[in-house]
């Protein structure tokens, strides 16, 4: 069974950083798009971020451009998300998923998904 494993989330205060890691356990992921995905509290499931599977390129949304890197690790096996900046509204379950190549990465198609790791952002 496809698997991927966020870990790395925690609580910081405002302008704090974390680094969070979107690892596979069942296949490699050395060319598959990685996306990470945000759910606010209240809110709905939002991409803003990933990396493509074809030639590494990344994409990030407005609100988290120049502050969240993703990279990827494939030795590891494992897709990294540094969060630096950080403010209350990054607050919430971030999850990563994976597509196949194909198309770039904002707007593939994610089929397979981590159960998610919590970012919580206060003073």
């Known amino acids: 069974q496809v698997q991927l494993v966020e870990s790395g989330g925690g609580s910081v205060q405002p302008g704090g950083s974390l680094r969070l890691s979107c690892a596979a356990s069942?296949?490699?992921?050395?060319?598959?798009?990685i996306g990470w995905f945000r759910q606010a509290p209240g809110k709905e499931h939002k991409g803003f971020g990933c990396?493509?599977?074809?030639?590494?390129?990344?994409w990030y949304e407005d609100s988290v451009k120049g502050r969240f890197t993703i990279s990827r690790d494939n030795a590891r096996n494992t897709v990294f998300l540094q969060l630096t900046s950080l403010k209350p509204e990054d607050t919430g379950v971030y999850s990563c998923?994976?597509?196949?190549?194909?198309?770039?990465?904002?707007?593939?198609?994610?089929?397979?998904w981590g159960q998610g790791t919590q970012v919580t952002v206060s003073s």
């Open positions: 069942t296949f490699s992921i050395d060319h598959y798009s």
């Open positions: 990396i493509s599977g074809s030639d590494n390129s990344t």
């Open positions: 998923a994976a597509a196949p190549p194909g198309l770039q990465c904002q707007i593939a198609a994610y089929a397979t």
